[in-house]
């Protein structure tokens, strides 16, 4: 497999809250609270983030403190541990001034407690819920924001391990927007309205940055590519890809060694042109006249595109910012994100072909994904090496945004599945996508909701963790059911 360049992290604040006065009153509560509060905290190191602990606070000057020193490390999330009963004096003031989304954990050691010997330790001991009404009533008095509350048992829940790791991934996510670089490179092509996209209100929305670059800058780091590199980017290429002859398309043919020297050239100078300019994503699209250096470095971007999305590197055609930043958003949840749109339905076994000719994101291959040399680009100018693959068979999500008549953004998301079947072979990617509650129907939902052509397509069902990130950008969100 690809190894990532961009490696996934996040930076989750963690604090406790209790009343102190249960200590003097029970001799060894303390040591239990604070062993329950050690293992929570390791559950959440085991999902690949790191954990800025404060322990425990039972004071309102210590919940100042923590909100100082939780903005002062620039944290991703907060999590609230609500370990036994607590009074929300100790928790509003980090609530009010922490800037980072914060949700409650309620999660008790025992799934019930042993009846026959139970007792007023034991009860605190398992209080997590107790002041979990309190603190979400003087929330909303506040008017701030819990995203979540994590309700279950510390130890063999797999449900809320399940919660816990969704939030360590959106913290991921928050980490990664928060200060990216989204380059734009070129210009919409002629004329897809839908693709526009101001990059101030884009660095507004989403705290990153857009670099304006220029396809120069590629063609300026592509003279320098060796012919080592060239060699080692090949040996790449044969083993992460199948080169199988035509079937029906004669538009596709069995991939050149001329292509794929020209993909592995070209490859080689985006990972110089994303290094150089210290890139998270690149949104580009540009042709350049007939047989000049520009048309030739820029319509051959498709194969070192994929292989920078299996890297964390989403890189997106077509000029479509948005979608790039859709495409981020999958990369660090870690469910893919290729670039897609909608391609002919099937009425008869009730699918609609969804791909794109790229690029994509090589992890959610089903299989090895497949180069075949195209003489022509249907609608673009160019011709040469085209990534072909199906996605992973189960279940799917979409991620559209899109921009409103306001000028701000709209997170458009489905759920679906990608079952098993022969796609057309035309050196595009496509995948078979089933929708519920028939495929028409959905797609229908789908379209009203003013979406662009494009989105983001991973695999499994995470409408949900994709809708809180849209919640704590502040960015409408609709879920199509």
């Known amino acids: 497999m690809i190894e990532r360049k961009k ?110 010997k139970a007792s007023t330790f034991m009860q605190l001991e398992n209080d997590n819920i107790c002041s979990v009404p309190e603190f979400m009533g003087v929330a909303a008095r506040m008017n701030k924001k819990i995203y979540d509350v994590i309700i279950g048992v510390l130890y063999g829940d797999e449900e809320a391990d399940r919660e816990l790791k969704k939030w360590c991934d959106i913290a991921k996510v928050l980490n990664s927007l928060k200060g990216a670089r989204i380059g734009l490179m070129g210009h919409v092509l002629e004329a897809m309205y839908d693709m526009h996209a101001d ?57 050149t060694d001329a292509d794929k020297y020209q993909a592995a050239k070209t490859a080689v100078a985006l990972d110089k042109f994303v290094e150089k300019h210290n890139l998270t994503g690149l949104a580009y699209y540009y042709e ?69 000719d790229g690029p994509h994101h090589l992890r959610i291959a089903d299989g090895k994904p497949i180069l075949r040399s195209l003489k022509k680009f249907h609608g673009k100018p160019g011709k040469g090496a085209s990534v072909e693959f199906k996605i992973k068979e189960g279940p799917i999500t979409m991620l559209g945004i899109n921009t409103k008549a306001d000028g701000s953004f709209k997170f458009i998301i489905g759920e679906g599945y990608s079952k098993k079947g022969p796609i057309p072979p035309t050196g595009n990617t496509n995948t078979r996508g089933f929708f519920e509650p028939t495929t028409k129907e959905f797609i229908k939902k789908w379209v009203f909701e003013g979406p662009t052509h494009h989105y983001a397509l991973g695999i499994g069902h995470h409408a949900d963790a994709i809708a809180k990130i849209g919640e704590i950008l502040g960015i409408e969100t609709v879920i199509v059911r």
């Open 7 to 116: 490696q996934r992290k996040a930076k989750i604040g963690l604090f406790a809250v209790v009343h102190g006065v249960y200590f003097d009153q029970f001799e060894g509560l303390y040591e239990k609270l604070t062993k329950y509060h050690s293992d929570l905290a390791e559950k959440l190191r085991a999902n690949e983030v790191e954990v800025m602990d404060l322990g425990m606070i039972d004071s309102n000057a210590g919940a100042f403190e923590a909100a100082d020193k939780f903005n002062g490390e620039a944290v991703d999330l907060i999590i609230c541990n609500m370990i036994t009963y607590a009074t929300s004096s100790v928790f509003a003031p980090v609530l009010k001034n922490a800037t980072a989304p914060m949700i409650l954990a309620a999660l008790q050691p025992r799934e019930a407690m042993d009846y026959t």
């Open 199 to 255: 990059p101030t209100a884009v660095a507004n929305a989403f705290n990153l940055h857009v670099p304006l670059l220029e396809i120069d800058d590629v063609l300026e780091v592509y003279d320098t590519v060796t012919e080592e590199e060239i060699k080692e980017k090949i040996a790449l290429i044969d083993e992460e890809f199948e080169m199988p002859e035509p079937i029906s398309d004669p538009v596709t043919m069995k991939l």
């Open 288 to 356: 350049g006249r007939e047989g000049g250096p520009h048309r030739e470095v820029a319509t051959t971007f498709i194969v070192g595109n994929s292989i920078l999305n299996a890297q964390g590197i989403p890189m997106c055609g077509e000029f479509d910012l948005k979608t790039c930043i859709a495409m981020l958003i999958m990369d660090r949840l870690d469910i893919g994100g290729s670039f897609a749109e909608f391609h002919p339905f099937d009425f008869k076994e009730d699918f609609i072909l969804v791909g794109h």
